[in-house]
């Protein structure tokens, strides 16, 4: 029998081996420049939904973006929504900007006394971004713009000048899946961000590995879908650059409503999902049970009810919330500790956290275990 889409796929270290040999990130950044500063002038010129959705928008976010310049809204591609909690006064750097949206939405949030940093490689994207400038300082009544933006590559920012610990949080929206080199934009990342502060994150991720022929294929790697991670291939990669428990916000399936593209995919499964990675040393690999809890007050803007730290810790506000030693350290070593009462320490171990899906692996009967992998 015939199964045109049973593929083999090409393992990791290979496509870096291949990569290697025939310049493949020269390659792919000039065809990324080439889609969206020529191919690509508006929103509705992509032929996938996977960059341009606006999913679960926050009733507070809906004025922010109505006054954002129409021009710069047509050019919009991104997979998410990157408006993490508590920006004001921060230093927020979204990578790949493009035409500076989310930007524009984060200069409001952040206030005057903020700033918001735009890093992109396509002259034509920045120019559309630059040209508003002045109109939405005017618009948001600053004195002076709190924007600033930089062409270059996102897994270069020392190249920009950008120092070691100087930003509050990183963002970005569909953009890391168009760089070859994802380690490297994790590292930098990592590197420019302060301690306790956060990368947050929407990006196109697969249910396997991309085989490598359509890593090739200039309208499917700027739809972004061929040069998505594989899930698990990202979560590995996050831990080998010191972000040690990436924590998943939100997620969705994209539908791939172009039949010819979805000929060529054939069964790889593609999602929308919003990551969160803390810079923070010392983080356990598992969820590790230490007896302690938090009591969320209410008092983030916007969440008076419940805090939603990811997709499996909604925290009601005036109710005690067992949390593992990493959850604990994520709210209490950031941003977020002023608005939480702090419950236990680090002196006692009960070993993993229930729930984790990670638990111990040794069957107390002594049988074999028929079910599945985990």
Known sequence: MNWPHAIILSPVPGLKKYANNFNFKE????????????????????????????????????????????????RYYGCGLVLPELLDGLTILDLGCGAGRDVYVLSQLVGEQGQVIGVDMTEEQLAIARQHEAYHQKLFGYSRSNVHFLHGYIEHLDELELADNSVDIIVSNCVINLVPDKAAVLSEAWRVLKPGGELYFSDVYSDR??????????????????????????????????????????DRPITLDNEELAARTGNIRFYSATYRLFKLDGLELACEDHGQ??????????HPHAFVLD???FIESGKQFPVCGNTWRMLHDTRFKEHFDFYGNFDHHYGIFPGCGMGIPFNDAGTVQKSGCC
């Open 27 to 74: 390659i792919m950044q000039e065809k990324v420049q080439k889609y969206y500063g020529e191919t690509l002038s508006c929103t509705e010129d992509l032929q996938t939904n996977a960059c341009c959705t606006d999913a679960g928008l926050p009733g507070f976010v809906k004025p922010l973006l109505a006054r954002v310049h129409d021009e710069v809204l047509t």
């Open 209 to 250: 590995r991309i085989p490598l022929a359509l890593t090739h294929d200039s309208v499917l790697y700027g739809e972004c879908l061929s040069g998505a991670l594989y899930w698990n291939d990202f979560l590995q990669l996050s831990r080998k650059q010191s972000f040690t428990d990436p924590r998943l916000i939100d």
């Open 293 to 302: 809890a938090v009591n969320y007050r209410g008092t983030i803007p916007h």
């Open 311 to 313: 997709k499996h810790h």
